[in-house]
């Protein structure tokens, strides 16, 4: 069973536009907070954005303005909503799950229990 399931990637040049959805199974939809991460290559996985329970999204300093996490509860689907690429936004991007997310900071590494395939973003100067 795939727990959770991201599509959307693709590739853009700078300034457009990309929506990332991150697909939840129910279990994991109804007890795990959601988040973003992303992969560039030969730097560590950082993350993006996150959503708790509450509603309550933290964004990465370096997204922020430009992209939007948002969840569609009846379809289960986390979205990502990235607007304004710059090449440096260039990376793999992941969806995660952890048992408890804050109102003010991203979920512990550590306790991120669940993780997506990745897709693939790429913008070109």
């Known amino acids: 069973q795939v727990l959770l399931e991201e599509s959307g990637g693709g590739s853009v040049q700078a300034g457009g536009s990309l929506r990332l959805s991150c697909a939840a199974s129910?279990?994991?939809?109804?007890?795990?907070?959601l988040a973003w991460f992303r992969q560039s290559a030969g730097k560590e996985r950082e993350p993006v954005a996150s959503?708790?329970?509450?509603?309550?999204?933290v964004y990465a300093e370096s997204v922020k303005g430009r992209f939007t996490a948002s969840k569609d509860n009846a379809k289960r689907i986390m979205y990502l909503q990235m607007n304004g690429l710059k090449p440096e936004d260039t990376a793999v991007y992941y969806c995660?799950?952890?048992?408890?997310?804050?109102?003010?900071?991203?979920?512990?590494?550590?306790?991120?229990?669940?993780w997506g395939q990745g897709t693939q973003v790429t913008v070109s100067s």
């Open positions: 995660a799950s952890a048992p408890w997310c804050s109102d003010y900071d991203f979920p512990d590494p550590v306790a991120l229990a669940y």
């Open positions: 959503i708790n329970h509450a509603g309550s999204i």
């Open positions: 129910e279990y994991i939809y109804d007890a795990y907070c």
